[in-house]
């Protein structure tokens, strides 16, 4: 069975779906329902018989069957809690699943990874250097209060203000200028020409605040990390941390009232526990699926597995400002000594590919005429001892505690590592300490994912590999290299599509011969997900959309596990 959607293939199996070269990705009780009426499908395939007892139509009778059920409660099976619930906190993906749900933004990209007006009517760029947003009228947000061009510029002047230091500021400091033209339109000044500011306000960062909201925590009457106020189709029900998140359906919500009553985020650590859930009904979606799972999980009765194509890279960074990592030939070392051949197959069965620089190549900017450095375990030796380090060193790697992929990974690497005399050993941490610990630069070599939300080379290689934005912004390898500033500052500024590929092509190569990281794999974002959701979209950044979500048929108990 062969489906066309939004010009874009998808290739189904049975209880599997994987979208090729795109981001959307259907239940699987949905994509059967697109099909059922496929002239060629036999009564086997489609399981029943097409008339009753008396040769009577009966398809009326089985659509009510299968009506998509008002309400509902949909549970999620995440892997890690949000760290907070503010859009101008931590940039990280587990808050963004949730923050999603509760904030728009201006603009907001569509399963295709194209940008699309949000809360804004429509929009434009009227100057090299201004931007025109006329917004949606009749906007309400979750505390009563009417959206209007103050929100946007009390959240935008907040983000961008030096002093409250949001981790989202390298997204923003190019805005010189906010202006509330009138009730409804708003001007948008930077301070040099800068072409992907529609994808930066898609970021999460970009979530609209309540202007009252934002004076209530500076009044200390609000803590927007944990009591946050959007306009989304959701709102905040309950945070217990280190368990789950409860989002209910928002009344009043401007696009229209979601179908679901609820979503709750439960905090499962342990990937097969959330497996399981799935299979025994106590959850509609697993998240972060292992690949080794991935079989399991297709034959499963009831159950669908999503496969996309990310917009990640996994890395392992090293601290260039401590001993042995500020010395080039070290990094470069560790980048020929690692196999990541038997990393992709070994761990991630075929899923993903081989990173071999910062950006992943569904990513503006990405280049296929760059020098990689090749795996070479005897040229990685002898660049060790020309070094100093020819009896080799020891050195801790920091892994995410409850991440088993990344175990495999590093214990891959740490095999790889003493074959050219270097001890490594692994320590494993709760992601938002390990988060604290790589800010602060506390640590030697640690393993990291980013995933590039705005589909563009600015947000892929600014925060990760600019000196300003050592530590939480994103470059936690502390990283500093004049050139690759330099050409990174340019990149932002040119308006010229061509231009820019030039340019980020250079910084591409300047970062791979410098080897402040070493790129692993760009890996696919995998999920288990209940035939009985339907209109669930599996983004590319690995987020999940709900607006268009319904329970059909659906037997999951949200019980305990």
Same mark, same amino acid.
């Given at each position: 069975?062969?489906?066309?959607?939004?010009?874009?293939?998808?290739?189904?199996?049975?209880?599997?779906?994987?979208?090729?070269?795109?981001?959307?990705?259907?239940?699987?009780?949905?994509?059967?329902?697109?099909?059922?009426? =496929?002239? &060629?499908?036999?009564? @086997?395939?489609?399981?029943?018989?097409?008339?009753? +007892?008396?040769? %009577?139509? #009966?398809? $009326?009778?089985?659509?009510?069957?299968?009506?998509?059920?008002?309400?509902?409660?949909?549970?999620?099976?995440?892997?890690?809690?949000?760290?907070?619930?503010?859009?101008?906190?931590?940039?990280?993906?587990?808050?963004?699943?949730?923050?999603?749900?509760?904030?728009?933004?201006?603009?907001?990209?569509?399963?295709?990874?194209?940008?699309?007006?949000?809360?804004?009517?429509?929009?434009?760029?009227?100057?090299?250097?201004?931007?025109?947003?006329?917004?949606?009228?009749?906007?309400?947000?979750?505390?009563?209060?009417?959206?209007?061009?103050?929100?946007?510029?009390?959240?935008?002047?907040?983000?961008? =203000?030096? &002093?409250?230091?949001? @981790?989202?500021?390298?997204?923003?400091?190019?805005? +010189?200028?906010? %202006?509330? #033209?009138? $009730?409804?339109?708003?001007?948008?000044?930077?301070?040099?020409?800068?072409?992907?500011?529609?994808?930066?306000?898609?970021?999460?960062?970009?979530?609209?605040?309540?202007?009252?909201?934002?004076?209530?925590?500076?009044?200390?009457?609000?803590?927007?990390?944990?009591?946050?106020?959007?306009?989304?189709?959701?709102?905040?029900?309950?945070?217990?941390?280190?368990?789950?998140?409860?989002?209910?359906?928002?009344?009043?919500?401007?696009?229209?009232?979601?179908?679901?009553?609820?979503?709750?985020?439960?905090?499962?650590?342990?990937?097969?526990?959330?497996?399981?859930?799935?299979?025994?009904?106590?959850?509609?979606?697993?998240?972060?699926? @292992?690949?080794?799972?991935?079989?399991?999980?297709?034959?499963?009765?009831?159950?669908?597995?999503?496969?996309?194509?990310?917009?990640?890279?996994?890395?392992?960074?090293?601290?260039?400002?401590?001993?042995?990592?500020?010395?080039?030939?070290?990094?470069?070392?560790?980048?020929?000594?690692?196999?990541?051949?038997?990393?992709?197959?070994?761990?991630?069965?075929?899923?993903?590919?081989?990173?071999?620089?910062?950006?992943?190549?569904?990513?503006?900017?990405?280049?296929?005429?760059?020098?990689?450095?090749?795996?070479?375990?005897?040229?990685?030796?002898?660049?060790?001892?020309?070094?100093?380090?020819?009896?080799?060193?020891?050195?801790?790697?920091?892994?995410?505690?409850?991440?088993?992929?990344?175990?495999?990974?590093?214990?891959?690497?740490?095999?790889?590592?003493?074959?050219?005399?270097?001890?490594?050993?692994?320590?494993?941490?709760?992601?938002?300490?390990?988060?604290?610990?790589?800010?602060?630069?506390?640590?030697?070599?640690?393993?990291?994912?980013?995933?590039?939300?705005?589909?563009?080379?600015?947000?892929?290689?600014?925060?990760?590999?600019?000196?300003?934005?050592?530590?939480?912004?994103?470059?936690?390898?502390?990283?500093?290299?004049?050139?690759?500033?330099?050409?990174?500052?340019?990149?932002?500024?040119?308006?010229?599509?061509?231009?820019?590929?030039?340019?980020?092509?250079?910084?591409?190569?300047?970062?791979?011969?410098?080897?402040?990281?070493?790129?692993?794999?760009?890996?696919?974002?995998?999920?288990?997900?209940?035939?009985?959701?339907?209109?669930?979209?599996?983004?590319?950044?690995?987020?999940?959309?709900?607006?268009?979500?319904?329970?059909?048929?659906?037997?999951?108990?949200?019980?305990?596990?």
């Amino acid at each position: 069975m062969r489906i066309e959607k939004q010009g874009e293939e998808i290739i189904l199996k049975k209880f599997k779906h994987k979208l090729v070269g795109g981001v959307l990705v259907l239940s699987l009780s949905g994509v059967l329902a697109a099909c059922a009426d =496929d002239p &060629e499908e036999t009564d @086997e395939d489609t399981g029943g018989d097409d008339a009753g +007892e008396n040769g %009577e139509d #009966v398809e $009326e009778e089985e659509e009510d069957d299968t009506a998509a059920a008002e309400g509902g409660d949909l549970i999620l099976a995440m892997g890690s809690d949000a760290v907070d619930l503010d859009p101008h906190g931590s940039n990280d993906t587990s808050s963004t699943h949730v923050r999603y749900q509760i904030y728009d933004k201006l603009v907001d990209f569509d399963e295709n990874t194209e940008v699309q007006p949000e809360l804004a009517e429509d929009y434009e760029q009227i100057e090299d250097d201004t931007w025109e947003f006329n917004l949606k009228e009749g906007v309400t947000f979750h505390n009563g209060e009417t959206f209007d061009a103050d929100d946007v510029v009390a959240t935008l002047e907040r983000v961008t =203000d030096e &002093e409250f230091a949001s @981790e989202k500021l390298f997204l923003y400091e190019m805005i +010189e200028d906010i %202006e509330a #033209v009138d $009730e409804h339109t708003v001007h948008i000044t930077t301070e040099y020409p800068f072409a992907p500011l529609e994808f930066h306000l898609a970021h999460d960062g970009g979530g609209m605040m309540s202007a009252a909201a934002i004076e209530e925590e500076e009044n200390g009457e609000r803590n927007l990390d944990t009591e946050p106020v959007g306009t989304g189709p959701f709102e905040l029900e309950n945070w217990e941390q280190g368990n789950e998140v409860v989002l209910t359906r928002f009344d009043d919500y401007h696009g229209g009232p979601v179908s679901i009553d609820s979503a709750t985020y439960r905090v499962v650590d342990e990937q097969l526990t959330r497996t399981s859930m799935v299979d025994n009904n106590e959850a509609h979606i697993a998240d972060d699926i @292992e690949p080794t799972q991935m079989d399991q999980l297709e034959n499963m009765e009831g159950v669908s597995t999503s496969s996309i194509e990310s917009l990640r890279m996994d890395y392992i960074g090293m601290n260039n400002e401590v001993e042995p990592f500020d010395d080039r030939d070290v990094r470069r070392a560790l980048n020929m000594a690692v196999d990541k051949d038997t990393i992709i197959e070994g761990v991630f069965e075929g899923y993903g590919e081989e990173a071999i620089g910062a950006l992943n190549p569904l990513v503006f900017g990405y280049s296929d005429d760059l020098d990689p450095i090749e795996y070479n375990p005897e040229e990685a030796e002898s660049l060790l001892e020309d070094a100093g380090y020819e009896d080799g060193f020891e050195a801790t790697l920091l892994v995410e505690d409850v991440d088993q992929v990344n175990l495999q990974i590093a214990e891959i690497i740490q095999d790889d590592l003493q074959d050219i005399g270097i001890d490594l050993s692994i320590e494993q941490q709760e992601w938002g300490a390990l988060l604290d610990t790589t800010a602060e630069g506390e640590y030697e070599m640690v393993m990291l994912g980013w995933t590039t939300v705005t589909g563009d080379a600015d947000y892929a290689m600014h925060p990760l590999f600019h000196s300003d934005n050592h530590g939480p912004p994103g470059n936690r390898t502390f990283y500093d290299n004049e050139e690759t500033d330099e050409l990174l500052d340019a990149g932002r500024q040119e308006s010229d599509d061509d231009e820019r590929i030039e340019i980020y092509t250079e910084a591409q190569q300047t970062i791979i011969d410098d080897a402040t990281i070493l790129p692993l794999v760009h890996d696919d974002f995998r999920a288990g997900i209940s035939d009985s959701v339907e209109g669930i979209i599996h983004k590319a950044d690995g987020i999940y959309d709900l607006r268009e979500v319904e329970l059909v048929g659906d037997d999951v108990d949200g019980g305990g596990y």
